[in-house]
Nanobody, 120 residues
């Protein structure tokens, strides 16, 4: 069984910073891509940033230059450093990991989400 869990959300003023963390645990053979999505009220879930295990990184245009994704492969962790936060960054942030678990094919595992609220 595989679990993905986020932490680090909260309330911050515009211009502030937050760091999200995500840990994948369980019966893992290999973690492939890791990333972050977000969903604001009334909107569709959207990609924020992704990182493949061969070093390719992709950001949404709306967060380029403000957010940084990084990962610790030894710990099966991925982070999202969010700087210069704006009220429009308010959303539930989800971690997603493409994981090859023992006895299972490679597939995406999602966390339950962590709320980020940016006040103006």
């Amino acid at each position: 069984q595989v679990q993905v869990m986020e932490s680090g959300g909260g309330l911050v003023q515009a211009g502030g910073s937050l760091r999200l963390s995500c840990t994948a645990s369980g019966n893992i053979f290999r973690v492939n891509s890791m990333g972050w999505y977000r969903q604001a009220p009334g909107k569709q879930r959207e990609l924020v940033a992704t990182s493949t295990n061969d070093g390719r990184i992709n950001y949404a245009n709306s967060v380029k230059g403000r957010f940084t994704i990084s990962r610790d492969n030894a710990k099966n962790m991925v982070y999202l450093q969010m700087n210069s936060l704006k009220p429009e960054d308010t959303a539930v942030y989800y971690c997603v990991c493409a994981i090859w678990a023992y006895g299972s094919p490679n597939r995406d595992y999602w966390g339950q989400g962590t709320q980020v609220t940016v006040s103006s």
